[in-house]
């Protein structure tokens, strides 16, 4: 089996072909520009949204507010009254919603409490026909109580 590796001179030795074969270089690039070609409007192809600011408003405190607490146990605190059910909270929050102003209902839910217990608090504001809903969280280092 013999090799070629350039053309003999004159003295009989073989030279050596020196320049690189670039053709399978461009070959892998081609092809992966065609890939970023194809995949690139997938990647950024969305539902054109207008998402909502974050912001964070100082807490108002005021006689008529609602503070409603779920502890890390998904118990549910009006003020410092433990609601023993869902209904009996619903029952609370509808006799509330009729005054006028409706009061604001604050909840303080507790970092390591389920989503779910937080949840059921909510659905109860939205039976009740509770329209102003907040959620109390720790402020940044330095700053007050906000409302979010």
């Known amino acids: 089996m013999g090799m070629n590796v350039g053309a003999a001179d004159d003295s009989g030795e073989e030279q050596f072909n020196n320049s690189i074969n670039t053709t399978p270089l461009v070959d892998v690039m081609l092809v992966l520009l065609i890939i970023f070609l194809i995949t690139i ?7 054109k949204l207008e998402l909502p600011k974050e ?4 807490t108002q405190t005021k006689p008529e507010n609602i503070v409603i607490a779920v502890n890390r146990d ?6 410092t009254e ?11 929050l509808k006799t509330e919603s ?6 604001e209902v604050h909840i303080r839910g507790d970092a390591e409490v389920r989503y779910e ?8 504001c939205q039976r009740a026909g509770i329209f102003k809903v907040g959620f109390i969280t720790e402020p940044p280092a330095g700053a007050g109580a906000r409302l979010n």
Do not use: H
Not at 74 to 79: A, I, R
Not at 98 to 103: G, S, Y
Not at 117 to 123: F, L, Q
């Open 41 to 47: 409007p997938v990647v950024t192809q969305t539902i």
């Open 55 to 58: 912001r964070n408003l100082p």
């Open 74 to 79: 998904g118990d549910v605190y009006w003020g």
């Open 82 to 92: 433990r609601i023993p059910d869902n209904e009996t909270l619903v029952n609370r």
């Open 98 to 103: 009729v005054k006028e102003p409706q009061p």
């Open 117 to 124: 217990s937080v949840g059921r608090v909510v659905v109860a």
